[in-house]
């Protein structure tokens, strides 16, 4: 992990609010969605009370562990949902209302990936459709290392690829057709990095 006190080494954004204009997509990124004194104590709580784990994915007839930790949280509601499973946190619920506040949607999971290092990564992929349907609003907060998202076209080769660094406290949403047309990842990477906590919050109908 990391030291608490490397908090002060991570940096914000200063680009404000952007809208991506690409087609098949509706892409909004908002720097400092957080302030950097709120992004500080949100990592090193949610870094400290999580109960990581890693998880396993079939690839080609085989399960891999993937190159990250991750948690789990949603509503008990929900259908399908573990009666057992983890309540949300005052920290997960702040950051949920103030995403439900900015995009004036409900979510009912987030889903927490905490990149350890710079071995740390996910390739190419479009989310999972089976619980969220074809085109899901995903919104993502990033506390911690700046690390860059990467987006491609599924079918047009001139489009040029997207490179977005999000940066401590910031806020991505993805909306639209986004998922249908984009793939997305988040590389490895050589340099020493300190570790990446992402969230993505969902209205899903089952858990993973």
Known sequence: MTLFSD??????????????????SELILIDNFFTKEES?????RILRKTKWREYQMEIFDKNITVPRMISWYEDKDNPGADPKGPDWTYELLKIRSRVEKETQLDFNTVLLNLYRNGKDGVGWHSD?????????????????ETRMFKLRHKYRKDIAPVEIPLHHGSFLLMAGTTNSFWQHQVPKTARDVLPRIN?????TNRNI
Do not use: C, M, Q, W
């Open 40 to 44: 500080d104590r949100l990592y090193e």
């Open 199 to 203: 969230l993505t919050f969902r209205r």
């Open 7 to 24: 908090t002060e080494l991570f940096t914000t954004g200063s680009s404000g609010k952007i809208i991506y204009d690409l087609p098949d």
């Open 128 to 144: 999972k459709e089976h619980n969220t349907g074809p085109d899901p609003i995903i919104a993502s907060v990033t506390l911690g």
